[in-house]
């Protein structure tokens, strides 16, 4: 028997895929000028058809989703209901697809201060992003599983992208080692779910709203057995590992601080995104209470705020600084995740967003100090640079003060809405952990602000001149943003709330 | 329900005590030497006929060959996708014939890709 298929809903995946098979080919079969300015003997793209192309895919499938969906207000399932396509969704995959425009821009400066070859590296964003948008429209198992791995693969190839850099390659073996350790752990909790719909109900399915509902009865009736209590842990902790939750987060600042630098900041915001919109889809609303995982998230919660937050605090290099931040602000992402209201939901939605582009201004003050041949990475790199080039410097100010939460940025209106959404639904002392850990936050994050303006340059440091417009634009638009959100944030946490209320509803 | 796993514990006690009989029997009549105080002929590998090879058996093997495997992987997963679909091919009809052209075409892009980047040559 054939499904039934729709793949009008699928358009945006299957943009970005034909983006990322066309980036191949061009790479492969456009004449190209061998460049001679290039010491490893890569052929570069001068015209910069790669960057274009990517940046087409990405741009059309964004657009398909702000415009092309139709009036359609509900939830539309196709492919037998392993794929739906609903306003949460969309929301969330706008944020993952601004986060990859962002990087794209970025990584194009940083490959050509690298002399790096484009296509593959492009190809495999793409491919990236695909799982991303297949994550978020996952309503089955076996096709967060699929998402997952799609979005994971490429990344690991991504990590190691300087091949020839020792730590470059450490971050990608750690990555693929420990990361396709949490998904064989995942996919354990998914298998012993499935063994329990099929005989709770007698029909063995992989769908998750099926799941969720066989659970809460279960639960309700006092029936629940252990194996699923084990399945529901093991299931969580495959994303958490995702997140970089503690104590799931051993990997990331190796990863991060050995990866591109363009890459690492991607990954540190949409991943991140994805992931909690996941755990929303699967965990929120009272199956966490029924699979016992609220205490755990809580704890989880508390520990990845506190420690990301303390271990931020000692590091010299602005990569593992920024590295634990992220393991900090995913700490932020998952109170919200527990107060799963719509308004919980909704204020996930706007902090991935206001993280997104606070931190994607960071990344790119440093692609933007970097040059061919040095990469800006410690404190010690940036010492005077806020007063030879001031509105870089205050660029890194601003996004200081957002990741911060210091209003009226966009970080503040965050991590307001998630602490509001906590104390609604009386996770008190959560707030008060996370209000004390943002506290310890400032001193880290006002450290390369310290170093940029109240520090001498050591003499013969120059300007940095020359850079690609691409890094220029990725720069501008993430602090535009940034400010604008905080400065104008209604229009966009009502945009939020909406998109949240069709995931709360359809529960 | 749990009587059928009996077999299962029988085997295991039955392998855990023939370990334990072998070895007490030995160690009760086997006459007990340190190690230094042996002569040559007991530190041989016992009833193995020639002593041990001494060279170091791991070589590095050169990348190209993880490249041909890679692509014959990706020919090989092709192979078995085909054979449900060959088993099939009259109910699927038109819908499995393009199904499987999509798939094949995406393939052949790949192994295009692969050819044009130079990983076919053996170098």
Request: aromatic share 10%; proline share 4%.
């Amino acid at each position: 028997m054939i499904p039934s298929m729709d793949f009008g809903l699928m358009v945006p995946e299957l943009l970005l895929i034909a983006a990322g098979i066309v980036v191949l080919l061009a790479d492969a079969f456009l004449p190209r000028e061998a460049g001679k300015d290039d010491p490893r003997g890569d052929v570069n793209d001068p015209r910069g058809i790669n960057l274009g192309i990517t940046l087409v895919g990405l741009l059309a499938a964004g657009a398909f989703i702000a415009f092309g969906r139709g009036d359609v207000t509900g939830a539309q399932e196709t492919f037998e209901g392993l794929f739906i396509v609903d306003r949460f969704g969309d929301a969330f995959k706008m944020v993952a697809l601004l986060g990859t425009i962002l990087g794209v821009l970025l990584s194009d400066g940083w490959l050509r201060n690298q002399r790096l070859p484009t296509g593959a590296f492009y190809a495999l964003i793409l491919f990236a992003t695909t799982g991303m948008l297949y994550l978020l429209s996952a309503t089955d198992m076996v096709m967060v599983f699929v998402g997952l791995e799609l979005m994971s693969i490429p990344l690991y190839c991504l990590a190691a992208a300087l091949r020839w850099e020792d730590r470059s390659v450490e971050a990608g073996v750690k990555y693929l080692v420990l990361g396709s350790f949490a998904t064989a752990v995942m996919l354990m909790g998914f298998a012993l779910l499935y063994g329990f719909v099929g005989i709770y109900t007698g029909e063995a399915t992989t769908r998750l709203d099926a799941v969720v509902t066989a659970v809460n009865a279960a639960s309700a009736a006092g029936e629940l057995p252990g194996f699923a209590l084990l399945g529901g842990v093991l299931a969580m902790i495959g994303l958490l590992f995702k997140m970089s939750a503690v104590p799931f987060h051993m990997w990331t600042p190796d990863v991060y601080e050995g990866s591109p630098t363009s890459i690492t900041a991607w990954m540190s915001v949409s991943v991140k995104a994805v992931t909690a919109a996941v755990l929303l889809r699967i965990f929120g609303g009272e199956v966490l209470d029924a699979l016992h995982l609220e205490g755990i998230l809580w704890v989880v919660a508390a520990l990845t705020m506190f420690l990301g937050n303390t271990m931020a605090l000692t590091q010299d290099n602005v990569k593992r600084m920024l590295a634990y931040s992220s393991v900090a602000h995913g700490g932020y992402m998952l109170v919200g995740v527990l107060a799963a209201s719509s308004a919980g939901s909704a204020a996930v939605l706007f902090y991935a967003a206001a993280y997104t582009f606070g931190n994607m201004a960071a990344f790119a003050v440093l692609i933007y100090l970097s040059r061919v041949g040095y990469e800006v990475e410690t404190f010690d790199d940036l010492k005077g640079l806020g007063t030879k080039m001031p509105l870089v410097g205050a660029v890194m100010g601003i996004s200081m003060l957002s990741l911060m939460g210091i209003p009226p940025l966009a970080g503040f209106f965050g991590k307001f809405a998630i602490f509001r959404a906590a104390v609604t639904e009386g996770y008190v002392w959560l707030t008060v952990i996370g209000l004390l850990t943002s506290a310890i936050s400032v001193a880290y994050y006002l450290r390369p602000i310290v170093v940029m303006f109240m520090s001498d340059a050591p003499a013969g440091t120059a300007k940095a001149t020359g850079q690609a417009w691409t890094v220029r634009v990725a720069l501008v638009a993430a602090v535009l943003v940034t400010v604008g959100l905080g400065l104008m944030p209604g229009g966009t946490l009502d945009w939020a709330l909406e998109s949240a209320q069709a995931l709360v509803a359809g529960r | 329900m749990t009587a059928q796993y009996l077999p299962v514990l029988m085997i295991t006690l039955g392998a855990l005590g023939f370990m334990a009989v072998m070895l007490g029997i030995n160690s009760l009549l086997g006459t007990k030497r340190k190690h230094e105080q042996m002569p040559k002929i007991m530190l041989e590998p016992f009833e193995c006929g020639s002593p041990p090879l001494q060279t170091d058996n791991r070589r590095r093997t050169a990348v190209k060959y993880y490249l041909v495997a890679i692509l014959f992987v990706m020919f090989d997963l092709e192979t078995v996708l085909l054979y449900p679909w060959a088993v099939l091919y009259k109910e699927l009809g038109l819908f499995g014939l393009v199904e499987l052209l999509v798939f094949m075409i995406s393939l052949v892009v790949g192994l295009a890709y692969a050819w044009r980047k130079g990983a076919l040559e053996w170098r």
